[in-house]
């Protein structure tokens, strides 16, 4: 029965290569039960609710390899429950794995046939996308690509198999052209690629079949969906006789001159997030005072680290005048969790005296970049980033010793420990000047209110997400 994945609590991430893993382990145990059978048995009872009540046949593209022999199964299923099917599949029979042959003989021996190529003017009531899964090796091309754009013009539902055919399911790349899906029904455990960069956009309504197999058995993974808040992400209560003194004093460095407004919505933020107090040490020195929110205090960005803050921020609408340099340089010093975001990030990618320094703090460093930053930190392009953000964000989290959220479709937040979870909360409305300062403000919040440095950035990320849900 399937599951939706938002039911799930921090649900594991699998990679290509552990679901290569667990086949061969699978297979080793248990010669003589096919999860291809299970996969294919799911597909046809999803299916069966999917497709339209025309009459009209289901459209099923099978590629080389299981993939494709998890749609044969399906075919074979639902032509057996009375639905008319059309196969189409290009592949060698002589060539096809174990399994996948042993699924095409059957469906040809259940008197099924297999076209070479989508018959052209015909109507469906579904497409089932068994082409390609977690083995896509490379841009897809030829027939395929022709296919995949024939069947995202059909005006009908669409059940993608594992992943959406041309999506790499490690990354969330479209990998030359990929199946828009409606509805994607995955296997044995989620991929990473469903839920960042453009896996979102294709994969549709999620679905998880575990195809029999308990959850304990499956390898344990760095990776987790952030599908909803657990215990470790939440304050403890507060206790009646409490006061600011107990949750924090968040001072945040920024705000130089035309800029003013990123501090503002920071410390707007963070009392929202619940500190004890905020104190904005902007560089334009003509604000002393925020009328809409008189419980922020301003300080002389200078001093500010004398006061002792216990977290700071510092990048909201900083600049990269010498003045913010030296101010970076300070803040890097701070004996307390120490936020960079915006600015005080590409000041870091500028110097590499001030990176080395970053690197070397003892008191936990959280990094905030969106993919821009990011390249720059990297020494990349953004687009070598977004193709692979997974790795992107922890290369910055080994390379800083740092928690860090790379922020874009499907956050990414990385650890140094190298645990990674991505935020499934959120969405294209957080696309907007001042939306990264909310989150910077949110999370020093959560630092100063104590608690643990990789878990507030989850839970900023999180929360940040659910407050900006669909307009
Ligand atoms: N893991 C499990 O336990 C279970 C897995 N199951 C299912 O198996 C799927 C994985 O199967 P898989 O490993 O056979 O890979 P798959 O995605 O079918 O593609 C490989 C084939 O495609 C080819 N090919 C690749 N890229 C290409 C391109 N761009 N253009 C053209 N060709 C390209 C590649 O050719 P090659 O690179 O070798 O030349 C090879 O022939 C998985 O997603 C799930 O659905 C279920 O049965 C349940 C249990
Ligand atoms: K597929």
């Known amino acids: 029965m399937p599951i939706a994945p938002r039911a799930l609590v921090s649900p594991p991430l699998f990679m290509a290569a552990d679901c290569r893993a667990i086949d061969r382990h699978w297979a080793a145990a248990h010669p003589t039960t096919s999860l291809m059978e299970r996969a294919g048995t799911a597909t046809a009872e999803l299916a069966g609710t999917l497709a339209s009540e025309s009459g009209e046949s289901v459209l099923i593209l099978a590629g080389p390899g299981n993939n494709g022999g998890d749609a044969l199964v399906a075919a074979r299923l639902l032509a057996t429950q009375g639905f008319r099917v059309v196969v189409v599949n290009r592949a060698d029979p002589a060539h096809l794995p174990p399994d996948a042959a042993r699924a095409w003989a059957a469906w040809r021996e259940s008197g099924g046939t297999i076209l070479a190529d989508i018959p052209p003017s015909q109507r469906y009531s579904l497409v089932i996308d068994g082409l390609f899964g977690v083995g896509l090796q490379r841009d897809i091309g030829g027939e395929e690509a022709r296919w995949i754009e024939a069947a995202n013009g059909l005006n009908c539902p669409k059940l993608a198999l594992d992943v959406p055919s041309g999506l790499d399911s490690d990354n969330g790349r479209v990998r030359g052209c990929a199946l828009r899906a409606d509805h994607t029904l995955t296997f044995l455990g989620l991929k990473p690629g469903l839920f ?44 009646q006789n409490s006061h600011k003194g107990l949750f924090g004093h968040v001072g945040i460095v ?16 963070a009392l929202q997030q619940g500190a004890g107090s905020v104190t904005l040490a902007v560089l334009d020195e003509r604000v002393v005072v925020d009328y809409l929110e008189p419980r922020l205090m301003f300080a002389v960005p200078e001093n500010l680290v004398d006061a002792q803050p216990s977290v700071l921020a510092i990048g909201p609408g900083l600049g990269q005048q010498p003045r913010a340099h030296a101010l970076l340089e300070t803040a890097l010093a701070a004996p307390c969790p120490l936020v960079l975001d915006a600015d005080a990030l590409n000041l870091l990618a500028g110097d590499v005296g001030l990176a080395k320094q970053a690197a070397r703090r003892t008191h936990p460093t959280l990094l905030t970049p969106h993919p821009g930053e990011a390249a720059r930190l990297l020494g990349a392009s953004s687009a070598g980033i977004q193709a692979n953000r997974i790795k992107a964000a922890q290369r910055l989290s080994t390379q800083y010793h740092a928690h860090v959220a790379l922020k874009g479709a499907g956050t990414i937040i990385a650890h140094p420990d190298g645990r990674y979870a991505i935020s499934t909360s959120g969405g294209p409305w957080l696309a907007q000047a001042g939306s990264g300062d909310r989150l910077t403000g949110m999370l020093a919040a959560l630092l100063g209110q104590g608690m643990d440095a990789g878990n507030a950035l989850e839970a900023a990320v999180w929360l940040h997400g659910e407050t900006a849900s669909e307009r």
């Open 196 to 239: 960042t960069a453009d896996g979102p956009d294709y994969a549709g309504q999620l679905h998880l079949d575990t195809l029999g197999i308990d959850a304990a058995a499956l390898p344990v993974t760095p990776g987790i969906a952030l599908t909803q808040l657990e215990s470790r992400h939440h304050l403890p209560a507060r206790r």
């Open 254 to 269: 920024g705000g130089a001159s035309g800029m003013v407004g990123a501090c503002l919505i920071a410390g707007r933020a």
